[in-house]
C-alpha cells in the first residue's frame, strides 16, 4: 500500500542554520505531495504541496519539490527560526478512490537561539 | 472564524466510559474526516464522510462510531473506553476529498486521556 518514510527525529538546529527533513513515498502513480506542520500544543496546519512531478512548492521560506524520478519531497529552508521549532509530517494523497492521506511519522524540529 | 472547530479540546476519563467529540466546519466543504493522533505523533485516518455518508472505515473498533447529521458536522462516539484509546484525535474536511490535491484543513484537536 502507500506509505511515505520521513527522517528519524529529532532534529536540533541553531537559529539561522540550514534545514532538510527528508521525505521518500512509494505509491502508485502520481499522488499530491504535501507538508503539514504541528507547532507545540496546536492542531495540523498545511505548510505547503505539490500536486505533480517537478513543482515546488513553497510557504514561509520553506520549500518542497515533487521528484518523481527519486520519489521525493524534501522540505528544506535556508535560515531557520526559533518560532519554526515544531513537528512536520509529509504526506501524500492515497489514490485508487480512497480519498485519504497517508502521513510520515513525523520530525520533530527545535531551533535553539 | 475558525474552520474547523472539535470540542472538548482536553478529556480525561474512566476506563469504561462512554465519551463523545463534536465536530462542526463552516467551510461549506463536503468531506469530513477523523484522524487518530498516537503517543508517537504517528497520523493515521479513521473515518472519512461526504455528504454524510461514509465513505472509509479504517478497521476502527466498533467501540468506535462516527455521526453525521449533516454534512458540515461529524461527531465522534467511544464506547468502553480503553487505555489504548489515548491519543489526540483530530477532525478535519476538505472540499470533495483529496483527488487532485484539495487541502484537508485540520481542527486544533481534541487530548483524550483515558485513565
Known amino acids: 500500500g502507500d506509505s511515505v518514510t520521513q527522517m528519524e527525529g529529532p532534529v536540533t538546529l541553531s537559529e539561522e542554520a540550514f534545514l532538510t527533513i527528508n521525505c521518500t513515498y512509494t505509491?502508485?502513480?502520481?499522488?499530491?505531495l504535501f507538508w503539514y506542520v504541528q507547532y507545540p500544543g496546536e492542531g495540523l496546519q498545511l505548510l505547503l504541496k505539490?500536486?505533480?512531478?517537478?513543482d515546488k512548492g513553497s510557504n514561509k521560506g520553506f520549500e518542497a519539490t515533487y521528484r518523481k524520478e527519486t520519489t521525493s519531497f524534501h522540505l528544506e529552508k535556508g535560515s531557520v527560526q526559533v518560532s519554526d521549532s515544531a513537528v512536520y509530517f509529509c504526506?501524500?494523497?492515497?489514490?485508487?478512490?480512497?480519498?485519504?492521506?497517508?502521513f510520515g511519522k513525523g520530525t520533530k524540529l527545535t531551533v535553539n537561539p | 472564524d475558525t474552520a474547523v472547530s472539535q470540542t472538548p479540546k482536553y478529556l480525561v476519563t474512566q476506563m469504561g466510559n462512554d465519551k463523545s467529540i463534536k465536530c462542526e466546519q463552516n467551510?461549506?466543504?463536503?468531506?469530513m474526516y477523523w484522524y487518530k493522533q498516537d503517543s508517537k505523533k504517528f497520523l493515521k485516518i479513521m473515518f472519512s464522510?461526504?455528504?454524510?455518508?461514509?465513505?472509509i472505515n479504517e478497521t476502527v473498533p466498533n467501540r468506535f462510531s462516527p455521526k453525521s447529521p449533516d454534512k458540515a458536522h461529524l461527531n465522534l462516539h467511544i464506547n468502553s473506553l480503553e487505555l489504548g484509546d489515548s491519543a489526540v484525535y483530530f477532525c478535519?474536511?476538505?472540499?470533495?476529498?483529496?483527488?487532485?490535491?484539495?487541502?484537508?484543513?485540520f481542527g486544533e484537536g481534541s487530548w483524550l486521556t483515558v485513565v
Open positions: 478535519a474536511s476538505s472540499q470533495a476529498g483529496v483527488a487532485s490535491g484539495n487541502t484537508i484543513y
Open positions: 505509491a502508485t502513480g502520481y499522488p499530491s
Open positions: 505539490a500536486t505533480k512531478a517537478d
Open positions: 504526506a501524500l494523497e492515497s489514490q485508487g478512490g480512497s480519498e485519504k492521506l497517508v
Open positions: 467551510l461549506g466543504h463536503d468531506t
Open positions: 464522510y461526504n455528504n454524510k455518508e461514509l465513505i
